[in-house]
């Protein structure tokens, strides 16, 4: 019942702009940090962007910074991440992942999305 869905994944090219979307349900987003996440083929799963949930402060790995936005829409239960500037390395399955408290760390992840996959090809 209670799940995390991610949409909003597709082919797009470089230079290009995307917004995929974190749907939560069974449970309101109010007291939970959510996290984004990416895997691409050969590489580990990273770290990508955080929203906190004391603060609702944002968080972005070196890679995206200035690119990436990270935001919530509390009236549809919904985080978003809005991607500008897409580059082919930014190609990857993105996960969204949600945790009671501050910490936004992939081990404490408790409700895990199945991924939504971003090709930036030209």
């Known amino acids: 019942q209670l799940r995390v869905v991610e949409s909003g994944g597709g082919l797009v090219q470089p230079g290009g702009s995307l917004r995929i979307s974190c749907a939560a349900s069974?449970?309101?987003?109010?007291?939970?940090?959510i996290g984004w996440f990416r895997q691409a083929p050969g590489k580990e799963r990273e770290r990508v962007s955080c929203?906190?949930?004391?603060?609702?402060?944002?968080k972005y790995s070196d890679s995206v910074k200035g690119r990436f936005t990270i935001s919530i829409d509390n009236a549809k239960n919904t985080v978003y991440l809005q991607m500008n500037n897409l580059k082919p390395e930014d190609t990857a399955v993105y996960y969204c992942?949600?945790?009671?408290?501050?910490?936004?760390?992939?081990?404490?992840?408790?409700?895990w999305g199945e991924g939504t996959l971003v090709t930036v090809s030209s």
């Open positions: 069974g449970f309101t987003l109010d007291y939970y940090t």
């Open positions: 992942a949600a945790v009671v408290g501050r910490l936004c760390l992939s081990s404490v992840m408790d409700y």
């Open positions: 929203i906190y949930n004391n603060d609702r402060s944002t």
